[in-house]
């Protein structure tokens, strides 16, 4: 029986294993890019957040010095509708919707007091 020593990997054992890293890598960056662009989508919907909490604030203190909000804003990019429905002198409800993009949207009831 003759025994022959191995000086390195065959030509087929190469390329399986480059195909697997190839297979491997392709998977790890769609999946990099789907984690990114969720990273993308909170960071917006966050914006869209703090936007939107500044416009509250600014109603309410423009509501208690006794005027209106406009019914549109438009605020770094994000549209802003409001609808005010005076319930008495003092008090009303107002409905918040602020829009970004073609399908993103967040709606908000609020109570405003003098």
Known sequence: MSQRKSKGFSLTETLVASAIVAIWAVSSQQLLQIGLGAIEKAKRKARAVEVLNRYIQDTHIDWINGSSPSPEVISN???????????????ASMGVEITWGEKNRYLLKVWLSR
Request: negative net charge.
């Open 77 to 91: 990019g994000f549209i802003i509708h409001s609808d005010v429905n005076s319930i008495d002198e003092n008090n």
